[in-house]
């Protein structure tokens, strides 16, 4: 009982301070991971790197195991979207030990973070999350509507630019996939400048897709944006309209 | 008229069928068409990419026959928009077999996706489109005046670096094309590096045109994610006014 | 008097057409100036881009000369900001023609187009333009206080990078202006890759600024945008209620 | 008494002079400290720049002085944004006298441009910063779980691209802090150039990781333009509700 009140609840004390000990595992596991990828590290630090890396995946494996222990629904939680992370995380992690060519996953773990933090602000950061969700709802359709154009103007960009480039610079536009590339990096306006147009025809069609183009690729955050917006003034509506309510209430009772 | 519901209505399951039988055809057409880019591609995959070239182009050309055949306004069709994409496609096409420099312009059957991808979320992706049609009206003359400036922008931009800089770097800033490009690649905050100021004057005169600039060619993006959130807003007041007026209708009878 | 209404106004037909060929001389000014930039031109294009300049600048000089005959108040026409324009482009071609150290400002009549192109769609852009001017009216206050955010933001980011970088670097962040110009540059998104820090200060003094930064230079655009919607639904909203009226008034008159 | 109003006050008229008086003196400083970082500056110029340092700095020191002896509760003035700010500025300074390895920070007293530029606009501006920093809070929870978010996602795209190209490009992607550098560089969509991936992992995680992330980096500075535009508007709904309110009163007053 205990137990599963400070695991699965996070507005309990025991509760937060399991949180709270999760979310600083996440960050010196992120922090160790980082430097192990430091080249030419002293055999100290490589020594205790190990052993922070076996220390932290240990906790981790308690946690998981804690996790579904006291878990309502068992094989729910297993598949949940944070379920997944950790199967996927704490396997990799144990079948590299093994095997040392698999790739090993343990850095999705971090997503944890966009759960736990709302630890430290204990109300405030769980209605600010709760809103993001509504605000996503808003405008759902239209967003994957300018994903999927986006995704077709892509193609359309880079079949234009093959077209026009690919016999002036057969080693930067040599197939569809190096002009998806460009693609990718013009529209969304990175522009590396590992790949340009130099012929006139490629450098028009660049100015037609980038017209018609920023304003496809720059909606889905400005829904995002007006979505949220939207979502705070029918919350304060709504509690406006509760206290409008009760206002009225007492009135009628002082009446009465 | 079973033949005219299959190709022209996108409400019947024949229709719906059909619908994602030419998606699925223009997936596997795009992917053909990029894989054919690939150099050096092994001569098996040469044929086997010829025969699904010849084998999609007649099926298209027998889906425009039936798109012909089973309209309703033979000429309106073969004038609307996706009727001239489907002309302009396979008339390359065919043109391309008898003159091998004609340009091949099969890949704007791809635009086809934007009113096929529907047929999946039967309902949803319907009401969305026909928002983002709304929204697009919604401020149309406005984008249409900021376009207009982003021409003018362009052009003044691209006759002050020329000044500052065609002595400084010839090769770079050439002539006033040469200089519309940079505009182009700067304003849109692309910035591929291959041309760029040098002197003072150029450097004093990118900041005054981005400073002036960034507003003027983000704005029309910003007008489409407003113009989307008002859309998706009347609607709804639209909806609640409905079902207010059905509850007092509802009330009438009972008290009547 | 037919004159003025030619010159002065764009409601009559004569002024309309005086609009229109206006806006075909500016755009074949635009022209013919880009032309002659372009390099190892051959003598004939050399001498008809010469005739076209002299010409088009005759009739610009017949169109000024007719504005301010024609104006009800000169010294008010003169000191606008168009006659401003006129006067700086054509005494600097003039000048140019003495002492050809001038810079020619001819390229600043493109301006004109702003004003010019309303010409074509009679109302509509009339209301566009005015509904722009209200919404630069808007937020003007607090997009100043952005502006000038900005400015103080580019100064401690040269600042800060010039501490960093000036060392490592001192070809490319050389003095505080040097570094001004790689702050303009990035907070910008521009990022042509021409200076980009290389030390491990640089790099976090370039997340901290562009964390900090992106927000402040991206509301402006973000508050025209806002500001344009506002303006468009206000003005609905005054149709309504003016439909309204009328309907009231309507209904009121029946019954009496 | 009169020297409290004139250094603590902006509404009177010594007050409003003394402020434009430190205005320029900023401004002095920031110019004065931009040319002292020109390399190869000739004796005359070294020394007029020294004298203007040390005068600046004087006037600086009398101005804090001042602040403290008039401020109405001093410990509460010192650990103040401003007062920090100024304690920082000047205590480095100092210290720069002494031990020349000292960073000197005088360049953080341009904040103070902030708060000054309020003296030109007097009520105007005064109004716009108190409407930005109740836009700030409008949605400040939301844009904090963005920013968090951001990190997140940061360190995830730092990840990968480790992944992906730590083999192909050991001297760009080294180490995940080098990745990091490259994941503000791509998601911020600056794109100096100095590191992109080139294998074909490399390139799709790009791709991903740009779909997902350029609606979140883009989103708080959204959330900031429709929170300025939302209290614009309260304030205009405040203003009519009085003014109606005072219109009502009058009526009555003029029926009774």
Known sequence: MNLHDMVQRSDTVPGRRFDRFVLLLIIASAISMSLSTVPDLSPTWQVALAAARYLIVALFTIEYGLRIVTADRRWRYIFSFYGIIDLVALSTFYANLVWTGMMDLRALRVLHLLRLFRAFGSVRYTTATARIGSALR??????????????????????????????????????????????????????????????????????????????????????????????????????????????????????G
Chains 1, 2, 3, 4 share one sequence.
């Open 138 to 255: 808003y405008a759902r359709d239209e967003a994957t509507v300018f994903l999927f154009a986006t995704l077709v103007l892509l193609y359309i960009a880079a079949m234009g630019i093959h077209h026009f480039e690919s016999q002036a610079q057969p080693d930067k536009f040599h197939s569809v996939f190096d002009s998806l590339w460009w693609a990718v990096v013009t529209l969304t306006t990175v522009g590396y400048g590992d790949a340009y147009p130099i012929t006139v025809g490629g450098r028009i069609w660049t100015f037609v897709v980038l017209f018609l183009g920023l304003g496809v690729v720059a909606v889905p955050a400005g829904l995002m944006a007006t979505g949220l917006s939207r979502a705070i003034e029918e919350e304060r509506a709504e509690a406006r309209r509760i206290e409008e309510a009760t206002q009225r209430e007492r009135e009628r009772r002082e009446e």
